[in-house]
């Protein structure tokens, strides 16, 4: 079965500590994966995805196949990170392609 | 950037009544469009995937018959909630797909608050 686990429904950080939202993901194929964020009151965008190894906004993800996780982290935690974030698979089948959501972790840094 | 708009952003309707959410990508065309739903602190959950100019493909446990989905244009989806009940009180998200691009690129948009009273 295809699925995307978000274990922790709130992660409360201080500024500047170091911050790790995990994601583990069960697919059969060769998996894609991506961490959507959405920040309050605004729509739901991509914030980073695994294929391009990027850093934005200084959070890093890894994909581990080994483990199965995806998971999200930043070294420096601010208060602007405070978001709710959402890791997804990208699942093929049919004749298009779709994304797969975690159930989110919101993310809360404190002053 | 590509930009994802839907209307309306809040609706009430009376329990039996129908309901029509639209939702454009404004500057570019959308090969496929995609239509969520999310329930309160929930994560969101595919309803159906529409292609232009063919029928939606809908999720299982979704009723195509209650969510009619319609992509008449590249830029322009649409959502109806026929016979609505306040179990169908909820959020809806569309999300577009760019044609022509990076393939994995998917926006999405703000979102239209249902709630049948």
């Known amino acids: 079965a295809q699925r995307v686990t978000q274990p922790e429904k709130l992660l409360s950080v201080f500024k500047g500590a170091p911050v790790e939202l995990k994601c583990n993901y069960s697919?059969?194929?060769?998996?894609?994966l991506f961490w959507y964020v959405q920040y309050s009151r605004q729509r739901l965008q991509l914030l980073l995805r695994?294929?391009s190894r990027e850093s934005i906004k200084g959070f890093t993800a890894d994909l581990n196949k080994g483990e199965t996780s995806f998971h999200l982290k930043k070294p420096f935690a601010q208060e602007e990170d405070s978001a709710m974030y959402y890791c997804?698979?990208?699942?093929?089948?049919?004749?298009?392609?779709?994304?797969?959501f975690g159930t989110g972790t919101l993310l809360a840094v404190q002053p | 950037g590509a930009v994802v708009s839907q209307h309306p952003s809040w609706v009430i309707c009376k329990s039996g009544t129908s309901v029509k959410i639209e939702c454009r990508s404004l500057?570019?065309?959308?090969?496929?469009m995609f239509w969520y739903r999310q329930f309160p602190k929930q994560s969101l959950m595919l309803m159906a995937t529409?292609?232009?100019?063919?029928?939606?493909?809908?999720e299982q446990g979704v009723e195509k018959d209650k969510f009619l989905i319609n992509h008449a244009s590249l830029t322009l989806s649409t959502l109806t909630v026929t016979s609505a009940h306040p179990e169908d009180s909820s959020f809806y998200i569309c999300?577009?797909?760019?044609?022509?691009?990076?393939?994995?690129?998917?926006?999405f948009g703000p979102g239209t608050r249902l709630t049948v009273t």
């Open positions: 999300s577009a797909r760019v044609r022509g691009t990076d393939p994995y690129e998917q926006y």
């Open positions: 697919y059969s194929g060769s998996p894609e």
């Open positions: 695994h294929i």
């Open positions: 997804a698979l990208r699942s093929y089948g049919g004749a298009t392609n779709k994304l797969i």
């Open positions: 500057d570019f065309q959308a090969t496929t």
């Open positions: 529409s292609n232009e100019g063919s029928k939606a493909t809908y």
